[in-house]
């Protein structure tokens, strides 16, 4: 028997498969791709998907895993050091934009007061999944509007918060600001330094007990559960899933576990996130753009207009210059997602009429859909002369330049990185075993827990960046298939390798290693040197003899004269 959930999952697969990729070939870029994937696909489109609301529950935990990536990518303490950008420029924004909306609903459009204000907050916000993958995309999140852009859309995410909490509150028939908002604002300033303490103590010891299992599969599963479980716990307390992944991100930002973390976690993050993208798509009533076609793009027009009026003087009042001033408002004047939960939550709380509600949804996803434009024009603005210098800290926490990767630190890695060290070189070293790595770094030494064959663990220790990787790991078959791996996967960077004898250097030559040596040859020349010496032999014919010796080594395991500084 077929069951309908599979049959939906395959059609979901299939339109992404295919809508997707012609998006980015026209330029459009994915997330408009899973939008429209979604749109085809939907009730609005060829109706082959029809109950939306059980994916797009599903499609959530994508939003959750973000955030929580945000999260792990942002030290508490440079989220204080930038604590201007954040709490001063983003708190601007959002109270700016959200009374002009407010002003805009209940006196242009006559919307109720309880509704316009849920309504402005909501439409202040922008889309931090969309925006933040645009920018990654065109390879802008570090440019100066880029890391602005950010400082906002933090502030944003920690807005939903206060704003979850409101929609309960607006639906009561009576509100009391001092009791209820007071007594809302305690309650989850309570809860958050409850988790906040609890994972500070817990969550780094639970990790390393895990790792000490050395099981792969359970590793992943606890990085899933740590995740899901707290933004569960706050879900369960009146917060958001959304805020409690970022919370759990920001616990683990300090770890030596969070490189690992984060490459378990990004494959679950990048499906997740593309079907949340197309269960939005999947919501949109083409039906009434087709029957209003002008009203709809003009309250589109009209949201885009407000936030660029907004943003801009906000942007330019806290040091930005004009053009990265006008970058940070033509890529921030979409709605996002989270106003797409507000307004489900408030039509379900009976604040929002269902006609109001579907207007509200396909504003918020059209000016979604606009946003790749505006980002294009953005970035050409931001890139002429007057936004190049920064003079505001950087937001995302750069990958780690290291010119050297050291995979294994054990008693050999520990030797290279004790010499890199001393010639002041960077280095970046991983290992798969907690206990070394528990103990170098209480030693200050900047190592990680990890495989080493885990793409995205070698992209977050910098390996696109990296003069050369050294594999020092003691297992001779493990060493021959990283090898194999890495020279297979990254053809360009240097890659030397430890042998334990002769046969296992020319094998590991073989596999792609620029040059191998073995761990007991140097230790022989030094004897042979030794002995030569009290022997009587002239020291600079001894010295010939061991060179000579060396060269004919590294010629039968294939490296020939050259790279013998390993």
Known sequence: MTHPYLIDLIILLVAAVIVVPVAQW??????????VAGGVVGSS???????ASEVSHFAEIGVVLLLFVIGIELKPELLWKIRRMVFGMGSAQVMVTGVLLIAVCHLLFGIA???????????????????????????CLNSVYGRSSFAILLLQDLAVV???????????????????IGLAVAESLLILGAVVVIGRYFLHPILHRIALSKSSEIFTATAVLVVLGIALITEHIGLSMAMGAFLAGILLSNSSYKHQVMAEIHPFRGLLLGLFFMSMGMSLNLGLLLDQPLRSLGLVVLLIVIKIASLYPVARWYGLKPNQSGAVALVLAQSGEFALVLFSLAFQAGLLENALFEQLLLVVLLSML?????AHVAQRMAKRPACITCEIDPVIEQ?????????????????????????????????????????????GHPVYFGDGH???????????????????INNPKSAKKLVEYLRSNYPHVKLYARGHNIDQCIALRKLGASDVVSENIEASLELARMALADTGIEMAEGEALIEAYRRHYHIEIGGGQADQAV
């Open 45 to 51: 489109g060829l109706g082959l998907i029809t109950n």
């Open 399 to 443: 990958p780690v330049a290291a010119s050297v990767i050291l995979i294994g630190f054990g008693r050999v890695g520990h030797r290279i990185g004790d010499v890199l060290k001393m010639a002041g070189h960077p280095f970046v070293a991983l290992d798969s075993s907690a206990v070394i790595v528990e103990q170098e770094r209480a030693k």
């Open 26 to 35: 026209v330029r459009l870029g994915a997330v408009p791709g899973f939008l």
């Open 454 to 472: 885990n793409p995205e663990l070698l992209k977050a220790a910098g390996i696109n960046e990296a003069a050369a990787v050294i594999v020092t």
């Open 370 to 374: 606009a946003t790749p434009l505006l």
């Open 162 to 180: 206060p704003l979850l909490a409101l929609v309960p509150l607006l639906a009561m028939p009576e509100l009391s600001i001092g009791a209820d």
């Open 113 to 139: 007061l309880k509704a316009s204000i849920l309504i402005g907050l909501a439409l202040a916000l922008s889309s931090t999944a969309f925006v933040l993958q645009l920018l990654t995309e065109n390879k």
